[in-house]
């Protein structure tokens, strides 16, 4: 069974301290995408990647780093958490080529407070 | 930069009737993959119905068809015969040829009894 796996569901931080979220894929995707998603806001893409060590902005990358050093795993940081940054992170990882369907996959979602 | 409008924060529809959920979006490129998300409480993201760009056909899957028109860059999902199972949040999301997926704010679809 295809799986995309959040390591942390529940996270507590403290401002200014440092934050990783990991995601796996065990399917060879190329591309690797991280959204948070607010209420009424619906799901904005933070970064994305379509390969090994690279990576491309998306729409609200600010306060936000990326590293994908393996294919199968991208990890979302953040380097001084800010109360603003309480949200629920959600990874996604799909294949670059265009294949019929080109089905993306979802993890279960990670939710962060900045305390 | 490409973007996708959902202009209806929220909908209501009686069980048994027919809902239309709204979507537009933005982008210069020609060919590209649409998709229609469902979200429950749960929070997991699931496929309703997607829709390749160079295709003319509107999709279909069971009670769910979407409404492309690809001069007007609108994309709607039409729920049939609805049923309270289909209560959730609705995403609207635009898929590029490069890769990159995006998403539009959603809406809350409730169904009345």
């Known amino acids: 069974d295809v799986k995309v796996t959040q390591s942390s569901r529940y996270l507590v931080k403290r401002t200014g301290e440092k934050v990783f979220l990991e995601c796996v894929q065990d399917m060879d995707h190329e591309n690797m995408f991280w959204y948070r998603q607010d209420p009424g806001l619906g799901l904005r893409l933070i970064y994305f990647s379509y390969d090994v060590k690279m990576k491309e902005k998306g729409d609200i990358p600010e306060g936000y780093s990326v590293s994908r050093e393996k294919k199968e795993r991208f990890s979302l940081i953040l380097e001084s958490a800010s109360t603003n940054q309480t949200s629920m992170y959600l990874c996604?990882?799909?294949?670059?080529?265009?294949?019929?369907?080109?089905?993306?996959?979802f993890g279960e979602g990670s939710w962060l407070t900045v305390v | 930069a490409q973007t996708v409008t959902q202009s209806q924060p929220e909908m209501s529809v009686q069980e048994a009737e027919t809902v239309t959920l709204s979507c537009t979006y933005d982008?210069?490129?020609?060919?590209?993959?649409l998709f229609w998300y469902k979200q429950p409480p749960s929070r997991q993201m699931i496929l309703v119905i997607r829709?390749?760009?160079?295709?003319?056909q509107n999709a279909t899957e069971n009670r769910f068809s979407v409404n492309f028109q690809k001069a007007a860059k609108s994309f709607s999902l039409k729920i049939s015969d609805s049923q309270l199972g289909d209560a959730a949040m609705y995403f609207c999301a635009y898929k590029s040829q490069g890769g990159k997926l995006i998403f539009g704010q959603g809406t809350e679809l409730s169904v009345k009894p």
């Open positions: 996604a990882s799909s294949l670059l080529v265009r294949v019929s369907g080109n089905t993306i996959y």
């Open positions: 982008t210069s490129e020609s060919d590209y993959y």
């Open positions: 829709q390749e760009a160079y295709k003319q």
